[in-house]
């Protein structure tokens, strides 16, 4: 059986950070998607990506099974759909 690779947009934020180990514990391998370089999560594997950016999050969902879409709390969060 193969392990299937989650990515969990907003990783270190609060309710990415809980679920990273979380994932990790019952056998997923993680990747962490994250928009500062300087924030990358420990002892997963990482990716650089905006969910302003249609390119870096394309990036970032390849090769994964699944995906976890934390987005942040704003007031433009709803345009996030239109594009």
Do not use: C, I
């Not at 905006?50 to 995906?67: H, M």
């Amino acid at each position: 059986m193969n392990t299937p690779t989650v990515l969990v947009t907003g990783a270190t934020g609060t309710v990415g950070s809980a679920l990273v180990p979380a994932l990790r514990a019952r056998g997923a391998a993680v990747r962490a998607m994250t928009r500062d370089p300087d924030r990358s999560v420990p002892s997963v594997e990482n990716a650089v990506a905006d969910l302003r950016n249609p390119e870096s999050v394309t990036a970032a969902l390849k090769g994964v099974d699944a995906a976890f879409l934390n987005s942040p709390s704003a007031e433009d969060t709803a345009a996030f759909t239109a594009a």
